[in-house]
């Protein structure tokens, strides 16, 4: 019986228990982060809160659906349209929170992190296909990730976090997908989280920031590394219900602004 490579060549995953901890501490991260910086717009007062602990939440968000991506959807275009979905729910508030007229071309997250789950996807097959015994990438082949590239650079400039944002997804996906990969280099797992880390600078102004977002990064591939040490955890947290995980970016945005609406008035 045939079997396509993508459902062979990647692996099962092992445990996945860094997942329960890393929503919580994501949407924690990204509930203090818009508290500090919208409840009272052009205070800095709280603004350590947001280049600190506000920082975790994108390479969270970013390797939490790097890893669904590789291990667990069979539908990325499905993936990325639900979370395209939630993006343009969202955008009317997000707009509203940072004070930009609807028409301006500047959108939220989700839409960085949908551009990042497609050329993620497209990684995804690569690796699948390079499983395969004498499979060499061929012209067109090249020519696709050249376009994909190209496309994220164009669409780049309107999206939060830009460029590295997009970049972030993929370069996950890599290194998830090395660390499974019993036969992988460790050559080319440290060239690939280096990879990582370059991107990674990339997401936030020089500084408290940027130290904070590699850090992010630094805590997911311990906790990836350790997953089973964090199974214990389960008992300390309560379950993430999915209705208010897939509801939680745009209902912490309208709560902000209403917060935000009662404070001034």
């Known amino acids: 019986m045939y079997t396509h490579p993508m459902l062979t060549a990647i692996p099962k995953p092992p445990e996945s228990h860094w997942i329960h901890p890393a929503r919580w501490l994501a949407i924690s991260s990204m509930l203090a982060d818009h508290l500090a910086r919208y409840l009272h717009p052009g205070n800095l007062d709280h603004y350590w809160l947001a280049a600190t602990f506000g920082r ?9 659906l790097a890893w669904h991506l590789l291990f667990h959807t069979r539908s990325p275009l499905l993936y990325a349209g639900r979370i395209l979905l939630i993006g343009l729910v969202a955008q009317p508030v997000y707009a509203l929170m940072i004070g930009i007229p609807l028409s301006y071309p500047w959108l939220n997250v989700c839409f960085t992190l949908a551009a990042g789950l497609l050329l993620g996807s497209g990684l995804k097959h690569l690796l699948a296909l390079a499983q395969q015994p004498g499979w060499r990438p061929d012209l067109l082949h090249w020519l696709g990730m050249a376009l994909a590239l190209l496309l994220a650079w164009l669409v780049a400039p309107w999206l939060d976090y830009g460029l590295p944002g997009i970049l972030l997804v993929p370069c996950l996906v890599l290194v998830f997908w090395l660390m499974q990969q019993p036969a992988s280099s460790s050559q080319s797992l440290i060239g690939s989280v280096v ?24 805590f997911i591939l311990l906790g990836v590394k350790n997953s089973g040490r964090l199974q214990r955890m389960k008992g300390y947290m309560p379950p993430l219900p999915r209705w208010l ?21």
């Open 195 to 218: 990879l990582t880390g370059f991107v990674g600078l990339g997401l936030n102004s020089f500084g408290l920031p940027t130290f904070s977002s590699l850090l992010a990064l630094a």
């Open 56 to 64: 975790l939440a994108f390479p969270l968000f970013a390797a939490m």
């Open 245 to 265: 995980w897939l509801s939680f970016y745009p209902g912490h945005l309208l709560l902000v602004v209403m917060l935000s609406h009662a404070v001034r008035h």
